[in-house]
């Protein structure tokens, strides 16, 4: 290498400056090479350093520097080389030099000069061994220096490694916990930042390699210092260093497996189920280490465990977190957690009901659990934020809570809190004085809120119960609330939601103060703006962004309650004395509270105030004060000499009478609670019960608290989380437990005392409900005892299910009542489940008894001997046919009469009694009608001299009713509360009357029974679709049947009432009619709807041998028309004797009278062209009719003539209506109008006033079968709307109603276009409204579409508007305009039928599949006055400065736009697009395309250009459609469910010879498009995944 070269290469060519070695303390400026290949000094690239970055300045390319910097780039080892071999060369001739020099001046030297020669040669050897050893040292530092780099970035991966691994499994067990468990998690994540400690072997390799490489820089740095000056030797131990130097790396010494190992610690979660109970455990465990894995968890974010998150919803199915949600916590999402105790006055130690969890006061003792963590195991129930207030006493709040103790060995926890809101010693709030940082914090936040303008409530905005507010207190700051109870202004009842304007005032419960308050929103007047102003100075809304702010802040306010404090005074409650100590003794300052349970939503406490001075002799118990004061005693079971309130007992079925009843509770045979079905009141009494009760546990109400229950009392008792039920205290287990049993149910339970509340005395109106029974006749099989088989066995049998009922006979209060239970439906497929019991060997009947007669037959009855009266009275009939049944177990002389079903069923002869309607109307057997008067004697002998008695009347109660100076037997309808009067229905003939209380006396129960039955008609049911009958059938069946005798058939027999039957009744001429028939002959009734073989099975039973049934044969056989029964029925019977009550006189049903009309004269058509007319009606289907300004005039005429002509009124008879057409008609205004008959709907028509055009449903009696004034024609004419067709095929409700408000007794201009050839069809008419066409609104509005088959008129004008009525003197001469011509509508091409295929040529495409095409063969050569569209606009654009601007711009309107070629086109205008300036969007008619221009490119169009169809019709292509998912990025923007790809394939496909057929003309035109082949366009598409088949 010569000079120059070696020159230029170890010098910078940037700043010329020489590359120098590090030497000693001194810098060394090396060369590096960037990353284009140029090479600078260090310095240079030091001062181009920018943000990380360097341009060359050679080649400007921008290299990105390594973490170190500049000192990270790679040296240029070629150059290093060069310089340091220069620098060894110099050295050695340098050395060469001076020996010479020694050398001639000691050459004439003694022995001792030769001696310090040979010592001069010595360094040589020792340089050799110093260069030796130095090159032996660079490769022992540079391995050291790997070796340090991997410990050192192992350590940094292993801490990352264990600190994610530790991380990932503290927050999968944090997430199992709630909300306390975040300070825990904090606690641990923070530790993390000093498990660098934890790995001491790493560390002390890392130590270690640290040492041998400062050793071995020493050693080198001294071998240098030698190697440079040899006589440094005499002061070094160079033994000592070469050995240093030469020692050899083994990599054995250093401990590199030490990186791969973790601590041993880990985070573990567990989980113990027992009895309901889940206990959950968090711990950190140290273990034996374990081997690191290769690679961090996958949900690990590095650097992120020193930084603390929001709570997230775990993918683990058991996870305890609390859900993101945009509202607040509501109870009804939240589970109950057990307060947990801890001495540390940490924010996160403090004890909550529910969620709020402690941890142990140490949390780095890793040895035992941390955080235990009892809940209720509820799945798929989210848990949420817990809430503190009154709401927690609700029953629909309280979801899956549970009762929780704290166990005898857990030790009593203090904490430090401030007492803030006092309802009573049990119930008051408290705040830990450890939050006073969260609570300053949370207020900071909602009183920055509030400032803000986003939570002031608008117009728009509603209160709604159970929401989240800010209230502004008595302090003049915010707070958080949520309300409770809503009032609206005017109403004294409270609403669930409310408009803002119209709120009253609220009641809020402060979540974080415990105080509930009511808010009065005051304003002056009732304008809005001044009530929305008075709502905003004290409530402020809150929305979800503030919410989910909010979200983390638990409810501060936590509620509490003395443990084992009642009042002094039970019965009157807490009193204001004790409520006013309480706050006296404790004020606002901080005590300390002592957990000693927790009992539902309450913390039992006691609070301990420190004595105010230091002498004191220890702390103050409050509660024990309270006690001491005399306000307050400790809780104990009470006793009192006056017995408590009492239910009714339970009403028991009558014995031997099958009742249906719900088995409630089930213990076994002999024991278990009934309870009778259908009882509607008990049901309305539950429903007043639950909402009163859970309202009042809602509002925190403590006025019916119970503190001290007696064994005996009445009282209201929680049944579950959700309901409340009567119940019955019955003992005293332990502690504040009570055992009750529900009086309506049987069940017993033992509940906290605080889940009793005092029963309001409405709630003692019904009688306890359940019964308490046994299974009669049968014992267990062996000993005393049932077997639990056996139990188990009637449980799975009849617990839950509704069975029938028998009692047996009767028993005491005290013991259940001896019953026999069936099971199944009908009376044939019962089964006895004593007998089933038996059969399966797990009972036995008892001794002389067997199932025989284990239920009695349905058609037993007990026969008596009737006195001699009644023998009598019969004429010595037959005394069986007198279905007499009674109690088995009463006397012989205590009889009663009691109706049951005959056993011939068909041609039964009745009588009836009373009717409401087809469905239910009375009837007494015609062999039972002589007892009538002998049971009215019997009743007046035992009440009539009785005196009134003060008898709480209840429904269903018998009694003796005088009505008509006559005693009958009779049942109260109804619970007498009030009044002096009673309904009562009379059991013997079945009307209800009501009776003053003074005629009613106690029926004795031997007169208990009923003449009367309920009967409906069979295979009838209303007509006109309706469920109820209609007052016109009910109405004639009263008039008809009441008192009437008739024939009856019984279709079913049954227990149930009413019984369906079929009824047969004799008309003037002595002929028996069915009533169905007659009902559903005169559209009163419709027959109900069988199948095929149910009619034909139905005829086979009939019996032939019946009467009715023979002459409904011979009338079909003689008439060939449906049946008319005509027999002659026989009217002496041997049972009805000369002695009989006078009969009353047979009805008889009038037949329909036949008539027949015919329609009204049609209208006087108009002729063609312009008119006015007036609108009167707007027919559903979208028909206007309209009358002539002459037609108004003969209107007025009519009326004056129609209402002189009918004075009066004419008679009202039954007629057949399927003849009538014109008829006369009585309108709401008592008035006569002619009208049309349209249809027949049971007791109403439908009828069209002819005049008017409006139809209506009226009742049939307003309708007669006459003409008026029949010499003039209808006044009102029918019309339809041109050219435009609804949207769907038929007009909308909504276009109906829109035309109804424009047009209605409005004077219009209409052009009539075409005439119908039937002069009662409607008009085709063109409909203006001040001069603008109502098609073109009710396009608009989109509720019709352009019919595009129907041609334009040609030479259409508008209509100009009506003349305005004021007549104002203005000259605006000047200031008119040059009027524009109102254009018409573009026209489209006839296209070819369905299914016929034609050429078309693809104009535009908006979608794969909505493109514009143009009918290539329809439009190919049309010419208007001889010249083609494109002739026709060449010549146009020639002279286009002729043409005026646009000036106005109607949507849709037609134009001519600019195009990008500058040459106009046919457009069509769509709609503004911006005012600043003024855009309008156009479509090309004739391409397809639309266009955004100003309205200097707008020009308006000639008319002549109208003439040319448009030559691109909008399609929708059908078969296939958007794919369901498009992985393709890009997207069509105005369609992102088409990607771009698919649009361009779509684009090739159709450069070809396309054809198409039309599928569809509406709602919009659908085609088929097909290539060269044959072959559908779309199906490429399809199947490269671009679209999916339709």
Same mark, same amino acid.
């Given at each position: 290498?010569?000079?120059?070269?070696?020159?230029?290469?170890?010098?910078?060519?940037?700043?010329?400056?020489?590359?120098?070695?590090?030497?000693?303390?001194?810098?060394?400026?090396?060369?590096?090479?960037?990353?284009?290949?140029?090479?600078?000094?260090?310095?240079?690239?030091?001062?181009?350093?920018?943000?990380?970055?360097?341009?060359?300045?050679?080649?400007?390319?921008?290299?990105?520097?390594?973490?170190?910097?500049? *000192?990270?780039?790679?040296?240029?080892?070629?150059?290093?080389?060069?310089?340091?071999?220069?620098?060894?060369?110099?050295?050695?001739?340098?050395?060469?030099?001076?020996?010479?020099?020694?050398?001639?001046?000691?050459?004439?030297?003694?022995?001792?000069?030769?001696?310090?020669?040979?010592?001069?040669?010595?360094?040589?050897?020792?340089?050799?061994?110093?260069?030796?050893?130095?090159?032996?040292?660079?490769?022992?530092?540079?391995?050291?220096?790997?070796?340090?780099?991997?410990?050192?970035?192992?350590?940094?991966?292993?801490?990352?490694?264990?600190?994610?691994?530790?991380?990932?499994?503290? %927050?999968? $067990?944090?997430?199992?916990?709630?909300? @306390?468990?975040?300070?825990?998690?904090?606690?641990?994540?923070?530790?993390?930042?000093?498990?660098?400690?934890?790995?001491?072997?790493?560390?002390?390799?890392?130590?270690?390699?640290?040492?041998?490489?400062?050793?071995?820089?020493?050693?080198?740095?001294?071998?240098?210092?030698?190697?440079?000056?040899?006589?440094?030797?005499?002061?070094?131990?160079?033994?000592?260093?070469?050995?240093?130097?030469?020692?050899?790396?083994?990599?054995?010494?250093?401990?590199?497996?030490?990186?791969?190992?973790?601590?041993?610690?880990?985070?573990?979660?567990?989980?113990?189920?027992?009895?309901?109970?889940?206990?959950?455990?968090?711990?950190?465990?140290?273990?034996?280490?374990?081997?690191? !894995?290769?690679?961090?968890?996958?949900?690990?974010?590095?650097?992120?465990?020193?930084?603390?998150?929001?709570?997230?919803?775990?993918?683990?199915?058991?996870?305890?977190?609390?859900?993101?949600?945009?509202?607040?916590?509501?109870?009804?999402?939240?589970?109950?957690?057990?307060?947990?105790?801890?001495?540390?006055?940490?924010?996160?130690?403090?004890?909550?009901?529910?969620?709020?969890?402690?941890?142990?006061?140490?949390?780095?003792?890793?040895?035992?659990?941390?955080?235990?963590?009892?809940?209720?195991?509820?799945?798929?129930?989210?848990?949420?934020?817990?809430?503190?207030?009154?709401?927690?006493?609700?029953?629909?709040?309280?979801?899956?809570?549970?009762?929780?103790?704290?166990?005898?060995?857990?030790?009593?926890?203090?904490?430090?809190?401030?007492?803030?809101?006092?309802?009573?010693?049990?119930?008051?709030?408290?705040?830990?004085?450890?939050?006073?940082?969260?609570?300053?914090?949370?207020?900071?936040?909602?009183?920055?809120?509030?400032?803000?303008?986003?939570?002031?409530?608008?117009?728009?905005?509603?209160?709604?119960?159970?929401?989240?507010?800010?209230?502004?207190?008595?302090?003049?700051?915010?707070?958080?609330?949520?309300?409770?109870?809503?009032?609206?202004?005017?109403?004294?009842?409270?609403?669930?939601?409310?408009?803002?304007?119209?709120?009253?005032?609220?009641?809020?419960?402060?979540?974080?103060?415990?105080?509930?308050?009511?808010?009065?929103?005051?304003?002056?007047?009732?304008?809005?703006?001044?009530?929305?102003?008075?709502?905003?100075? #004290?409530?402020?809304?809150?929305? %979800?962004?503030?919410?989910?702010?909010?979200?983390?802040?638990?409810?501060?306010?936590?509620?509490?309650?003395?443990?084992?404090?009642?009042?002094?005074?039970?019965?009157?409650?807490?009193?204001?004395?004790?409520?006013?100590?309480?706050?006296?003794?404790?004020?606002?300052?901080?005590?300390?509270?002592?957990?000693?349970?927790?009992?539902?939503?309450?913390?039992?406490?006691?609070?301990?105030?420190?004595?105010?001075?230091?002498?004191?002799?220890?702390?103050?118990?409050?509660?024990?004060?309270?006690?001491?004061?005399?306000?307050?005693?400790?809780?104990?079971?009470?006793? !009192?000499?006056?017995?408590?309130? #009492?239910?009714?007992?339970?009403?028991?079925?009558?014995?031997?009478?099958?009742?249906?009843?719900?088995?409630?509770?089930?213990?076994?045979?002999?024991?278990?609670?009934?309870?009778?079905?259908?009882?509607?009141?008990?049901?309305?009494?539950?429903?007043?019960?639950?909402?009163?009760?859970?309202?009042?546990?809602?509002?925190?109400?403590?006025?019916?608290?119970?503190?001290?229950?007696? &064994?005996?009392?009445?009282?209201?008792?929680?049944?579950?989380?959700?309901?409340?039920?009567?119940?019955?205290?019955?003992?005293?287990?332990?502690?504040?437990?009570?055992?009750?049993?529900?009086?309506?149910?049987?069940?017993?339970?033992?509940?906290?005392?605080?889940?009793?509340?005092?029963?309001?005395?409405?709630?003692?109106?019904?009688?306890?409900?359940?019964?308490?029974?046994?299974?009669?006749?049968?014992?267990?099989?062996?000993?005393?005892?049932?077997?639990?088989?056996?139990?188990?066995?009637?449980?799975?049998?009849?617990?839950?299910?509704?069975?029938?009922?028998? @009692?047996?006979?009767?028993?005491?209060? +005290?013991?259940?009542?001896?019953?026999?239970?069936?099971?199944?439906?009908?009376?044939?497929?019962?089964?006895?489940?004593?007998?089933?019991?038996?059969?399966?060997?797990?009972?036995?009947?008892?001794?002389?008894?067997?199932?025989?007669?284990?239920?009695?037959?349905?058609?037993?009855?007990?026969?008596?001997?009737?006195?001699?009266?009644?023998?009598?009275?019969?004429?010595?009939?037959?005394?069986?046919?007198?279905?007499?049944?009674?109690?088995?177990?009463?006397?012989?002389?205590?009889?009663?009469?009691?109706?049951?079903?005959?056993?011939?069923?068909?041609?039964?002869?009745?009588?009836? +009694?009373?009717?409401?309607?087809?469905?239910?109307?009375?009837?007494?057997?015609?062999?039972?009608?002589?007892?009538?008067?002998?049971?009215?004697?019997?009743?007046?002998?035992?009440?009539?001299?009785?005196?009134?008695?003060?008898?709480?009347?209840?429904?269903?109660?018998?009694?003796?009713?005088?009505?008509?100076?006559?005693?009958?037997?009779?049942?109260?309808?109804?619970?007498?509360?009030?009044?002096?009067?009673?309904?009562?229905?009379?059991?013997?003939?079945?009307?209800?009357?009501?009776?003053?209380?003074?005629?009613?006396?106690?029926?004795?129960?031997?007169?208990?029974?009923?003449?009367?039955?309920?009967?409906?008609?069979?295979?009838?049911?209303? $007509?006109?679709? #309706?469920?109820?009958?209609?007052?016109?059938?009910?109405?004639?069946?009263?008039?008809?049947?009441?008192?009437?005798?008739?024939?009856?058939?019984?279709?079913?027999?049954?227990?149930?009432?009413?019984?369906?039957?079929?009824?047969?009744?004799?008309?003037?001429?002595?002929?028996?009619?069915?009533?169905?028939?007659?009902?559903?002959?005169?559209?009163? @009734?419709?027959?109900?709807?069988?199948?095929?073989?149910?009619?034909?099975?139905?005829?086979?039973?009939?019996?032939?041998?019946?009467?009715?049934?023979?002459?409904?044969?011979?009338?079909?056989?003689?008439?060939?028309?449906?049946?008319?029964?005509?027999? +002659?029925?026989?009217?002496?019977? +041997?049972?009805?004797?000369?002695?009989?009550?006078?009969?009353?006189?047979?009805?008889?049903?009038?037949?329909?009278?036949?008539?027949?009309?015919?329609?009204?004269?049609?209208?006087?058509?108009?002729?063609?062209?312009?008119?006015?007319?007036?609108?009167?009606?707007?027919?559903?289907?979208?028909?206007?009719?309209?009358?002539?300004?002459?037609?108004?005039?003969?209107?007025?005429?009519?009326?004056?003539?129609?209402?002189?002509?009918?004075?009066?009124?004419?008679?009202?008879?039954?007629?057949?209506?399927?003849?009538?057409?014109? *008829?006369?008609?009585?309108?709401?205004?008592?008035?006569?109008?002619?009208?049309?008959?349209?249809?027949?709907?049971?007791?109403?028509?439908?009828?069209?006033?002819?005049?008017?055009?409006?139809?209506?449903? &009226?009742?049939?009696?307003?309708?007669?079968?006459?003409?008026?004034?029949?010499?003039?024609?209808?006044?009102?004419?029918?019309?339809?709307?041109?050219?435009?067709?609804?949207?769907?095929?038929?007009?909308?409700?909504?276009?109906?109603?829109?035309?109804?408000?424009?047009?209605?007794?409005?004077?219009?201009?209409?052009?009539?276009?075409?005439?119908?050839?039937?002069?009662?069809?409607?008009?085709?008419?063109?409909?203006?409204?001040?001069?603008?066409?109502?098609?073109?609104?009710?396009?608009?509005?989109?509720?019709?579409?352009?019919?595009?088959?129907?041609?334009?008129?040609?030479?259409?004008?508008?209509?100009?508007?009506?003349?305005?009525?004021?007549?104002?003197?203005?000259?605006?001469?000047?200031?008119?305009?040059?009027?524009?011509?109102?254009?018409?509508?573009?026209?489209?091409?006839?296209?070819?039928?369905?299914?016929?295929?034609?050429?078309?040529?693809?104009?535009?495409?908006?979608?794969?599949?909505?493109?514009?095409?143009?009918?290539?063969?329809?439009?190919?050569?049309?010419?208007?006055?001889?010249?083609?569209?494109?002739?026709?606009?060449?010549?146009?654009?020639?002279?286009?400065?002729?043409?005026?601007?646009?000036?106005?711009?109607?949507?849709?309107?037609?134009?001519?736009?600019?195009?990008?070629?500058?040459?106009?086109?046919?457009? %069509?205008?769509?709609?503004?697009?911006?005012?600043?300036?003024?855009?309008?969007?156009?479509?090309?008619?004739?391409?397809?395309?639309?266009?955004?221009?100003?309205?200097?490119?707008?020009? #308006?169009?000639?008319?002549?250009?109208?003439?040319?169809?448009?030559?691109?019709?909008?399609?929708?292509?059908?078969?296939?459609?958007?794919?369901?998912?498009?992985?393709?990025?890009?997207?069509?923007?105005?369609?992102?469910?088409?990607?771009?790809? $698919?649009?361009?394939?779509?684009?090739?496909?159709?450069?070809?010879?396309?054809?198409?057929?039309?599928?569809?003309?509406?709602?919009?035109?659908?085609?088929?498009?097909?290539?060269?082949?044959?072959?559908?366009?779309?199906?490429?598409?399809?199947?490269?995944?671009?679209?999916?088949?339709?």
């Amino acid at each position: 290498m010569d000079g120059g070269s070696y020159n230029s290469a170890v010098l910078c060519m940037l700043c010329g400056e020489a590359f120098t070695l590090p030497e000693d303390e001194i810098l060394g400026n090396l060369p590096r090479v960037l990353l284009c290949g140029h090479i600078y000094c260090t310095f240079c690239l030091r001062s181009l350093e920018h943000d990380g970055v360097i341009r060359c300045p050679d080649c400007e390319i921008v290299s990105t520097l390594p973490e170190s910097g500049v *000192c990270g780039l790679q040296e240029e080892s070629r150059i290093i080389g060069l310089i340091y071999t220069a620098k060894t060369n110099k050295m050695k001739s340098l050395r060469c030099d001076k020996s010479k020099i020694r050398r001639k001046k000691k050459s004439s030297a003694s022995a001792d000069t030769l001696v310090s020669t040979e010592d001069m040669e010595q360094p040589a050897d020792i340089e050799k061994t110093v260069d030796k050893a130095l090159a032996q040292a660079g490769e022992n530092l540079a391995q050291l220096v790997h070796n340090h780099e991997t410990l050192t970035t192992g350590l940094e991966q292993q801490v990352k490694k264990e600190g994610a691994r530790l991380e990932v499994e503290i %927050r999968e $067990a944090a997430t199992k916990a709630i909300c @306390a468990i975040q300070k825990w998690k904090d606690t641990q994540m923070s530790q993390l930042t000093t498990l660098k400690t934890e790995f001491s072997a790493s560390q002390a390799a890392v130590c270690h390699v640290q040492e041998r490489i400062k050793a071995l820089e020493t050693a080198m740095q001294m071998a240098r210092q030698v190697r440079r000056v040899p006589l440094l030797e005499q002061y070094c131990t160079l033994d000592k260093v070469l050995e240093t130097l030469q020692a050899p790396v083994d990599n054995q010494l250093f401990d590199m497996k030490s990186i791969s190992m973790g601590t041993g610690k880990s985070c573990v979660f567990q989980l113990e189920c027992l009895n309901g109970n889940l206990v959950l455990s968090l711990k950190m465990e140290v273990g034996d280490p374990k081997e690191l !894995t290769q690679s961090p968890p996958k949900n690990h974010q590095p650097g992120s465990f020193n930084k603390k998150s929001h709570w997230k919803r775990a993918d683990d199915k058991n996870t305890g977190c609390i859900p993101h949600s945009d509202k607040l916590p509501t109870p009804q999402k939240q589970c109950e957690q057990s307060p947990r105790a801890s001495s540390s006055l940490s924010r996160g130690s403090s004890p909550r009901p529910d969620h709020r969890l402690s941890r142990h006061s140490s949390a780095s003792d890793l040895g035992g659990p941390d955080i235990i963590i009892e809940e209720f195991l509820d799945e798929g129930q989210e848990q949420a934020l817990p809430p503190t207030g009154p709401e927690l006493a609700g029953d629909k709040l309280r979801i899956n809570r549970r009762k929780h103790q704290l166990s005898s060995n857990k030790r009593n926890v203090t904490q430090w809190v401030v007492v803030t809101h006092i309802v009573s010693p049990s119930h008051f709030y408290i705040q830990y004085v450890a939050e006073k940082r969260e609570c300053e914090m949370l207020s900071a936040k909602i009183n920055k809120f509030c400032r803000e303008d986003g939570c002031s409530f608008t117009e728009k905005d509603i209160v709604e119960t159970d929401s989240l507010i800010f209230v502004k207190s008595e302090e003049g700051l915010w707070c958080r609330a949520r309300v409770l109870e809503v009032l609206q202004k005017g109403s004294s009842e409270p609403v669930k939601t409310c408009a803002v304007t119209q709120l009253a005032s609220a009641r809020v419960f402060f979540l974080d103060h415990g105080l509930t308050q009511t808010i009065t929103t005051k304003s002056e007047d009732m304008a809005t703006e001044t009530s929305l102003n008075a709502v905003n100075n #004290q409530l402020r809304k809150v929305d %979800r962004a503030v919410k989910a702010v909010l979200f983390n802040f638990t409810p501060l306010a936590i509620r509490c309650s003395f443990k084992g404090l009642v009042p002094s005074d039970v019965i009157k409650g807490w009193s204001k004395e004790a409520q006013v100590e309480f706050r006296r003794v404790v004020g606002f300052a901080a005590v300390e509270m002592w957990i000693l349970g927790q009992d539902r939503d309450f913390l039992l406490v006691d609070l301990r105030k420190a004595p105010k001075e230091q002498s004191g002799d220890g702390f103050i118990s409050i509660r024990e004060y309270l006690v001491f004061i005399e306000v307050a005693r400790f809780y104990s079971p009470m006793t !009192t000499g006056r017995r408590p309130l #009492q239910y009714y007992p339970p009403v028991y079925p009558k014995i031997n009478r099958e009742v249906a009843a719900l088995v409630s509770h089930v213990s076994n045979p002999a024991d278990f609670y009934i309870h009778l079905a259908d009882n509607m009141e008990f049901m309305l009494l539950s429903a007043k019960l639950q909402d009163f009760y859970k309202d009042l546990a809602l509002l925190g109400e403590d006025e019916l608290s119970i503190y001290c229950p007696v &064994i005996g009392q009445a009282c209201v008792a929680r049944f579950d989380d959700t309901q409340w039920c009567r119940a019955q205290v019955k003992g005293h287990p332990e502690g504040r437990k009570v055992e009750v049993q529900y009086v309506d149910f049987g069940d017993r339970k033992i509940l906290s005392v605080r889940d009793l509340k005092k029963i309001k005395e409405e709630f003692f109106a019904l009688p306890a409900r359940a019964i308490h029974c046994c299974l009669s006749n049968v014992i267990p099989v062996e000993g005393e005892s049932w077997s639990d088989a056996c139990a188990n066995r009637f449980i799975g049998l009849v617990k839950d299910k509704l069975v029938t009922v028998i @009692a047996t006979g009767r028993a005491p209060k +005290s013991e259940p009542l001896p019953v026999k239970l069936f099971q199944g439906e009908g009376s044939e497929s019962l089964t006895n489940i004593a007998e089933l019991l038996v059969k399966e060997e797990l009972a036995r009947f008892k001794e002389g008894l067997s199932s025989k007669n284990a239920r009695p037959s349905g058609n037993d009855a007990a026969i008596w001997d009737p006195p001699l009266e009644l023998a009598s009275a019969t004429g010595g009939a037959d005394i069986s046919e007198q279905i007499i049944s009674g109690d088995q177990n009463e006397e012989p002389h205590e009889f009663q009469l009691q109706v049951k079903l005959p056993a011939q069923l068909k041609d039964v002869k009745v009588r009836v +009694s009373h009717t409401k309607s087809p469905s239910s109307f009375y009837i007494r057997l015609m062999q039972n009608e002589s007892h009538l008067k002998r049971i009215c004697e019997l009743v007046k002998q035992e009440c009539a001299q009785t005196e009134p008695q003060d008898v709480a009347w209840k429904a269903d109660m018998y009694c003796a009713a005088l009505f008509n100076g006559v005693w009958e037997r009779a049942q109260i309808c109804s619970d007498v509360i009030s009044g002096n009067t009673a309904e009562v229905r009379l059991c013997d003939h079945g009307s209800t009357v009501k009776i003053h209380l003074s005629n009613l006396r106690p029926l004795p129960s031997s007169l208990i029974g009923s003449m009367a039955f309920e009967c409906t008609l069979y295979d009838i049911r209303p $007509a006109g679709g #309706q469920s109820t009958w209609t007052d016109t059938a009910c109405d004639s069946i009263c008039y008809y049947l009441s008192g009437a005798s008739a024939v009856m058939t019984i279709k079913e027999k049954t227990d149930e009432r009413p019984v369906p039957v079929t009824l047969f009744c004799s008309n003037r001429m002595g002929e028996l009619i069915s009533i169905a028939d007659f009902l559903v002959g005169e559209g009163l @009734a419709l027959r109900e709807r069988k199948p095929r073989d149910a009619v034909v099975q139905q005829s086979k039973d009939t019996d032939p041998q019946s009467p009715v049934k023979e002459i409904q044969s011979e009338s079909e056989t003689k008439t060939g028309c449906p049946p008319v029964p005509l027999i +002659s029925f026989p009217f002496q019977s +041997s049972i009805v004797s000369g002695c009989m009550p006078p009969k009353p006189a047979t009805r008889s049903i009038m037949t329909a009278e036949k008539v027949k009309t015919s329609m009204y004269q049609p209208p006087e058509l108009p002729s063609l062209g312009h008119i006015q007319i007036n609108v009167s009606a707007i027919g559903d289907d979208g028909l206007i009719y309209v009358r002539t300004q002459n037609a108004e005039h003969q209107l007025k005429q009519l009326r004056e003539r129609i209402q002189q002509s009918m004075k009066a009124l004419p008679r009202q008879k039954p007629y057949t209506w399927k003849s009538v057409l014109g *008829c006369a008609v009585i309108g709401p205004d008592m008035l006569w109008y002619r009208g049309q008959l349209l249809e027949v709907l049971g007791g109403h028509v439908k009828v069209q006033y002819v005049d008017y055009g409006l139809v209506e449903n &009226i009742p049939v009696v307003h309708l007669y079968p006459i003409l008026l004034c029949d010499d003039v024609p209808q006044l009102c004419m029918t019309c339809q709307l041109h050219g435009i067709n609804p949207v769907g095929g038929k007009w909308q409700r909504d276009a109906v109603a829109l035309m109804r408000e424009m047009l209605l007794n409005r004077h219009v201009d209409i052009n009539v276009v075409e005439l119908p050839a039937d002069p009662r069809g409607p008009l085709t008419i063109e409909l203006f409204l001040d001069g603008l066409s109502l098609s073109t609104i009710l396009c608009h509005h989109e509720h019709a579409f352009i019919d595009r088959t129907v041609s334009p008129l040609k030479g259409l004008s508008v209509m100009s508007p009506a003349p305005v009525l004021d007549d104002w003197d203005i000259n605006t001469e000047d200031l008119k305009g040059p009027e524009e011509p109102m254009l018409g509508l573009f026209t489209y091409p006839t296209l070819p039928q369905k299914g016929q295929h034609f050429k078309v040529k693809v104009k535009h495409l908006l979608t794969p599949n909505e493109l514009f095409l143009w009918p290539m063969e329809e439009t190919a050569d049309v010419e208007v006055n001889g010249e083609t569209l494109d002739d026709a606009l060449t010549r146009i654009n020639r002279n286009i400065g002729s043409l005026t601007r646009l000036s106005s711009f109607p949507e849709g309107g037609p134009c001519l736009a600019e195009y990008s070629d500058g040459k106009y086109y046919r457009a %069509r205008i769509l709609k503004f697009i911006s005012v600043e300036p003024v855009t309008l969007l156009v479509q090309h008619v004739d391409f397809g395309s639309d266009d955004t221009l100003p309205i200097s490119k707008l020009r #308006q169009m000639p008319a002549e250009l109208l003439q040319f169809p448009c030559m691109a019709l909008k399609v929708k292509v059908a078969g296939f459609r958007a794919p369901s998912v498009t992985k393709d990025e890009n997207v069509l923007p105005y369609s992102p469910k088409w990607s771009v790809k $698919a649009a361009m394939v779509m684009i090739d496909l159709l450069h070809t010879n396309i054809t198409a057929s039309v599928v569809a003309q509406e709602p919009e035109l659908t085609v088929l498009l097909y290539n060269e082949d044959g072959e559908l366009v779309h199906l490429p598409l399809v199947s490269r995944g671009l679209a999916d088949l339709e």
